[in-house]
């Protein structure tokens, strides 16, 4: 079982930076890929960024691709998502996924074994 929660959202002017941190709960979280994805009232879950158990893959939207950094520490059962340059597109509720499976599959079906709840990020203009 592992358990994730989202912190590091907020308000923001555009082109400012914000990061956001998954922490996990469960001695197992160092063996799932996990994924950030974001709610808009447009789209219900759009893929931000994944990244493998072991940090060696990262994966990118081309929205965020640039903008965006995806990290994880593993000792502290932690991902983190860094995210500079923002602009007012960006706003959603963000929400990081954990899964056993290779972070392609999570980002072709978006799905998880395990979600947060979200944190929201504004970005004014």
């Known amino acids: 079982q592992v358990q994730l929660d989202e912190s590091g959202g907020g308000l923001v002017q555009a082109g400012g930076s914000l990061r956001l941190s998954c922490a996990a709960s469960g001695r197992t979280f160092h063996r799932y890929t996990v994924g950030w994805f974001r709610r808009t009232p447009e789209k219900e879950r759009d893929f931000v960024a994944a990244?493998?158990?072991?940090?060696?893959?990262?994966f990118y939207a081309d929205s965020v691709k640039g903008r965006f950094t995806i990290s994880r520490d593993n000792a502290k059962n932690t991902v983190y998502l860094q995210m500079d340059t923002l602009k007012p597109e960006d706003t959603a509720v963000y929400y990081c996924g954990a899964d056993p499976r290779d972070p392609v599959v999570m980002i072709t079906t978006g799905e998880a074994d395990y979600w947060g709840q979200g944190t929201q990020v504004t970005v004014s203009s």
């Open positions: 990244i493998s158990w072991s940090g060696g893959s990262v």
